[in-house]
């Protein structure tokens, strides 16, 4: 059988490129590095005047486990930390709720209070260091934990660093740990953002993200397309809320997948600086040229990771990596070569870590800004990529935006054909996933991390104590207020800072919460 030659999100590709394929308007609309519409990067020298931010995704167990691998990153050169939350955090569950049990620092590190929060940043100094925490529901309290405990070490709210998540629209599309319907969920993103915006100048308050709609089969037109679908229902309800676009725009960032079509992948990052440059500037008006800036992290693709032949998956990581620094991203996180049987262990992260940092010092790539401008090829793919995921967004404009598109089911059935179409592929032999469909061969299964249930038993006491040594009419008190302001059209963080400084908790603030907005429940119809 003989199968048309496509890209890995099925854009045809013909035998051979030349300027014939990039009209001269294309090219003269490029621009230079560092200038609108920034398709060859937010800035005009690019890694040669600095490198991305080398972030590893952790959290396991408790949160003194996890300050361990922190630091053993540290001093292996990261230069950003990146933390993973355990289910029953994203859900707004304490460690010893009975929907927690054997979920507690699984996937994730557990994190009830702000005990837990001093203990994960106990020694490491957060006025010197960027963290990202990927939290998404249950952000506002995550971020108020971590400004507690900057607090506690003398660090002002100007000085923090980092990104919170904080892209719940994704969640109805792709993760599913939402809590409160959309339109609550909305309200308390919107929430930091407002915040950030007043408070924190050196926060990104959510990172939107396309990763994860990409790691569920989307294409990369849909990643794009989706993603930014849900970037302009972020914007319109700050700018409704009162909020200037310039006063918000520059702290907004984003999150992509990278896969392993080489060429795709580095089109994509092009494609989605020069499309965020023109929704901000022509549709939502933004004077700043910050505003129009894409400010984005990758992580290579978990999904694309295998079981068999893990070793494999190391090549994998490199060459998405690779792309993702090609295309121009401002932090990059590489996956393991064990995810796909388990959470890394400490040998299998540096391997990962090292494949940032053989890339940055010794392949050559960082000496000059969008080294692969002007390939046919590429630049043919740029443009398809921009104008197929244009017509997308134009599509769920026409649904009524993100949120009716979302709830219409469209986005889901879109995926889902996406998703299909791949697997397809697969099976019929039309993509090779090496070690999976082709070069198959046993192999020895390598040592997996494997958490000890103790750090459950663990973090449950602990927990329990800290709830009976508190003051509980402080506790009561905050709640309260925070129930009350739920009722008003109060930004709430405020109030859920004041909670977590008087010994709340992550589930008891999210129970507030649930009160006062419900929870959202998929329907199905019959």
């Not at 991305?52 to 990261?78: C, D, P, V």
């Not at 990643?223 to 700018?239: H, I, K, S």
């Not at 006063?247 to 494609?271: G, T, Y």
């Not at 009160?515 to 959202?520: C, D, I, K, V, W």
Request: net charge positive.
């Amino acid at each position: 059988m003989t199968y048309p030659v496509t890209t890995d999100s099925g854009i045809p590709i013909k035998k051979v490129y030349d300027n014939k394929d990039v009209p001269p308007i294309w090219t003269r609309s490029l621009g230079k590095p560092g200038q609108f519409p920034y398709t060859r990067g937010i800035y005009d020298g690019m890694y040669r005047d600095r490198l991305w931010t080398m972030r590893q995704y952790t959290g396991f167990g408790s949160a003194r486990e996890t300050n361990r691998r922190f630091k053993y990153l540290i001093s292996h050169g990261e230069t950003g930390l990146s933390t993973a939350f355990d289910l029953p955090t994203q859900l707004g569950l304490d460690s010893d709720h009975p929907r927690a049990t054997g979920e507690v620092g699984r996937v994730g590190v557990a994190i009830s209070g702000v005990h837990d929060m001093r203990r994960l940043f106990e020694g490491i100094d957060l006025g010197r260091v960027s963290t990202s925490m990927t939290i998404n529901a249950t952000a506002p309290i995550l971020l108020s934990l971590y400004v507690a405990v900057g607090m506690e070490q003398g660090v002002p709210l100007n000085k923090l660093r980092g990104t919170t998540q904080n892209d719940v629209l994704k969640e109805y599309i792709a993760r599913n740990t939402y809590i409160y319907p959309p339109e609550s969920s909305l309200r308390l993103s919107v929430d930091l953002i407002e915040y950030c915006a007043h408070k924190m100048p050196r926060w990104h308050p959510i990172s939107i993200s396309g990763y994860h709609i990409r790691e569920s089969g989307a294409s990369a037109v849909q990643e794009l397309g989706f993603c930014f679908a849900n970037a302009m229902e972020y914007v319109r309800a700050a700018l409704k809320r009162g909020l200037k676009v310039d006063q918000f725009a520059p702290q907004l960032s984003f999150f992509f997948a990278c896969r392993n079509d080489f060429l795709e992948e580095i089109a994509k990052f092009r494609a989605a600086r020069k499309l965020w440059a023109r929704i901000m500037k022509e549709h939502f008006k933004a004077r700043d040229p910050e505003s129009c800036k894409l400010r984005f992290h990758t992580q290579t693709s978990g999904e694309t990771l295998t079981a068999q032949q893990p070793d494999n998956n190391i090549v994998r990581v490199a060459i998405q990596a690779l792309a993702g620094v090609f295309g121009g991203t401002q932090s990059l996180h590489t996956n393991s070569r064990d995810e796909a049987l388990s959470l890394p262990t400490e040998e299998s992260v540096q391997i990962a870590l090292r494949t940032q940092q053989i890339i940055a010092y010794e392949s050559g790539v960082t000496k000059t800004a969008d080294p692969l401008a002007g390939s046919y090829y590429l630049e043919s793919l740029t443009r398809t990529l921009e104008t197929n995921a244009t017509r997308l967004m134009e599509k769920v404009e026409e649904l009524g935006g993100a949120r009716k598109a979302i709830e219409s089911g469209f986005v889901h059935r879109e995926i889902q054909e996406s998703a299909y179409r791949f697997q397809k592929s697969v099976d019929e032999g039309q993509t090779i996933i090496v070690g999976v469909n082709k070069f198959t061969e046993g192999s020895s299964e390598p040592r997996i991390q494997r958490i000890d249930p103790q750090l459950e038993r663990d973090q449950v006491r602990q927990l329990r104590k800290m709830k009976a040594s508190r003051n509980t009419a402080q506790v009561k008190n905050a709640l309260g207020r925070l129930s009350r302001s739920t009722k008003h059209q109060h930004n709430l963080v405020s109030d859920i800072l004041s909670a977590v400084r008087s010994g709340c908790t992550v589930g008891e603030i999210s129970d507030v919460l649930r009160e006062a907005f419900g929870e959202y429940r998929v329907r199905i119809d019959m």
